[in-house]
């Protein structure tokens, strides 16, 4: 029995799919990308109020929830 389809099917299938993937992944690099600046964003503010509200010598900052 012969298959239906072929190569140009597959090929489209393939292409479509990598398509799919990298408009998957770019979105969640714009979602990263997003966090990762309200995150910096809201630890300038926290700093800020520290160093208006407390005067320290020094702020030290360590660690991190992103990589």
């Not at 239906?4 to 990298?22: K, M, N, P, S, W």
């Not at 990762?36 to 320290?56: E, L, S």
Request: proline fraction near 3%.
């Amino acid at each position: 029995m012969p298959q239906t389809g072929g190569t140009q099917d597959r090929e489209a299938y393939v292409r479509g799919a990598r398509e799919f993937l990298a408009r998957k992944r770019e979105a969640l690099r714009e979602k990263n990308r997003a966090i990762r600046d309200r995150a910096a964003a809201d630890a300038g503010a926290i700093i800020d109020m520290i160093v208006r509200d407390y005067q320290p010598l020094r702020v030290y900052q360590w660690g991190s929830l992103l990589t």
